[in-house]
Nanobody, 115 residues
Framework: QLQLVESGGGLVQAGGSLRLSCAAS????????MGWYRQAPGLERELVAR???????DYADAVRGRFAISRNNARNRWYLQMNSLEPEDTAVYYC?????????WGQGTQVTVSS
C-alpha cells in the first residue's frame, strides 16, 4: 500500500510564503498522479495542484501563478510552494496520490493566513 505524510503547514501573514512537503512510502512505483487538495471549514475538498508522472501540471484558477507543485526524481516526495498567500488560502491541505486506480490521502496539515 501507500502512506503519505505532509509537513510544512503553519501560520503566516498575508503576502507570505510556505512550502508544503509530502513524503510517500510503500508502493511509490505505481503512482501516476501526485497532488495537493485543500478543505476550508464548511466547504468541500478541492484540487489545488496536480502533477502527472510525465510532468503535466494542473492548477486551480485561484492559485495559478502563486503556487507551484514539484517533485523529486524518486517520485517519493513532492512539494507545494505557496507564495503571495491570501487569507482565502486558509484551509487544511491534503497530500494526494493516485496509484492503482485509487486515491491515497495524507492526514492533512493546517495552513492559516492572517490578514
Amino acid at each position: 500500500q501507500l502512506q503519505l505524510v505532509e509537513s510544512g503547514g503553519g501560520l503566516v501573514q498575508a503576502g507570505g510564503s510556505l512550502r508544503l512537503s509530502c513524503a510517500a512510502s510503500g508502493r511509490v512505483a505505481n503512482i501516476y498522479y501526485m497532488g495537493w487538495y485543500r478543505q476550508a471549514p464548511g466547504l468541500e475538498r478541492e484540487l489545488v495542484a496536480r502533477l502527472s508522472i510525465d510532468g503535466n501540471t494542473d492548477y486551480a484558477d485561484a492559485v495559478r501563478g502563486r503556487f507551484a507543485i514539484s517533485r523529486n526524481n524518486a517520485r517519493n516526495r513532492w512539494y507545494l510552494q505557496m507564495n503571495s498567500l491570501e487569507p482565502e488560502d486558509t484551509a487544511v491541505y491534503y497530500c494526494n496520490a493516485v496509484s492503482s486506480l485509487r486515491d491515497h490521502w495524507g492526514q492533512g496539515t493546517q495552513v492559516t493566513v492572517s490578514s
